[in-house]
């Protein structure tokens, strides 16, 4: 399973397997997305450079993507 994120107007892109499942401005709605397509924390996750410039993408800081991927694996 290929797990990627995105940031992309102030929210983070999940895609699995090349699709795109959704959207998520904060960890919970990441955390649900994540769990309800089978992903664990076991899962090798990457991320594109737009979430490491998250404030270029509408986001309050460069952290913000950061925090909330971080949020959400600790979930599962």
């Not at 994120?5 to 904060?26: C, H, M, R, T």
């Not at 076991?42 to 460069?62: C, I, K, L």
Request: aromatic content about 10%; charged content about 20%.
């Amino acid at each position: 399973m290929f797990v990627y994120f995105n940031a992309e107007d102030a929210q983070v892109k999940l895609s699995i397997d090349s699709n795109v499942v959704g959207y998520a401005d904060n960890a919970q709605q990441l955390a649900n997305m994540l769990s309800a397509n089978n992903v664990t924390a076991d899962n090798d996750m990457y991320f594109s450079s737009d979430v490491d410039f998250a404030s270029e993408e509408g986001f309050a800081t460069d952290d913000c993507a950061h925090a909330i991927i971080n949020d959400a694996v600790a979930m599962l």
